[in-house]
């Protein structure tokens, strides 16, 4: 019979603790959803400024400094120039970088900086090409 009442006080707390629901982390469904400032989703906002990564404390010239050097192929070289690149594709700062620099990208020799940074650097020499028709320009 001991058994019968300890059984009974376990069953009664389990249910009592299953109707109860704590949310710790929000859903990804809601936090996507969310709306923010001026009625754009949270996601659009993160897009503008990425807080979250500490990218968007670097200073251009920094940013300049090691994606135009591009002396070396070392793992860690090349990584921080594709953090860099990308942050400055983020930025919508590509025409700041030189063309020379622009070039090393665009040729992407040993495949070192992947396809998309390979066609952002063809992109943006595409840019600064000017072609001229038979009509002037």
């Given at each position: 019979?001991?058994?019968d009442s300890?059984?009974?006080k376990k ?127």
């Amino acid at each position: 019979m001991a058994w019968d009442s300890v059984r009974e006080k376990k069953g009664e707390t389990k249910k009592a603790s299953t109707g109860k629901l704590a949310e710790l982390r929000p859903s990804a469904k809601s936090s996507s959803e969310e709306m923010v400032g001026e009625g754009k989703p949270k996601d659009e906002l993160a897009r503008d400024k990425d807080l979250a990564s500490g990218m968007e404390i670097l200073e251009l010239d920094f940013l300049l400094s090691i994606i135009e050097n591009t002396d070396g192929d070392d793992k860690n070289d090349v990584t921080m120039r594709r953090l860099n690149f990308n942050e400055l594709f983020r930025r919508e700062q590509l025409d700041t970088i030189d063309s020379s620099a622009l070039k090393v990208y665009a040729k992407n020799e040993g495949n070192l900086y992947g396809k998309v940074i390979q066609c952002e650097a063809m992109k943006e020499l595409t840019k600064r090409t000017v072609h001229k028709g038979k009509h002037g320009g």
